[in-house]
Nanobody, 121 residues
Framework: QVHLVESGGGLVQAGGSLRLSCAAS????????MGWYRQAPGKQREVVAT???????NYADSVTGRFTISRDNAKNTMYLQMTSLKPEDTAVYSC???????????????WGQGTQVTVSS
């Protein structure tokens, strides 16, 4: 099994910054795509940012220029640097990875438990 542990969420004032981390552990052979998603109360989950195995990022329009996604393949860890935070960024942020586990013939999707980010106005 692959386990994802997120950290770095919290309460911050508008205009502030937070850095989220997502560490993957388990019998991991390889990780391809990684990404951050968020879900605000009463809304559907939406993609925030994704990053390929070679480090190519992709961002939702709402966070472009404010958020930066990165990954450390040696540590199986992904980060989301969030700056200029707005109240509308308030949500539970979850990480996703597509990983190949030892003994498996194909990649599978794994999700973290989520971390709360609250931005006060």
């Amino acid at each position: 099994q692959v386990h994802l542990v997120e950290s770095g969420g919290g309460l911050v004032q508008a205009g502030g910054s937070l850095r989220l981390s997502c560490a993957a552990s388990g019998r991991i052979v390889s990780i391809s795509a990684m990404g951050w998603y968020r879900q605000a109360p009463g809304k559907q989950r939406e993609v925030v940012a994704t990053i390929t195995s070679t480090g190519s990022p992709n961002y939702a329009d709402s966070v472009t220029g404010r958020f930066t996604i990165s990954r450390d393949n040696a540590k199986n860890t992904m980060y989301l640097q969030m700056t200029s935070l707005k109240p509308e960024d308030t949500a539970v942020y979850s990480c996703h990875v597509r990983a190949l586990q030892s003994g498996s013939a194909w990649y599978s999707d794994y999700w973290g438990q989520g971390t709360q980010v609250t931005v006060s106005s």
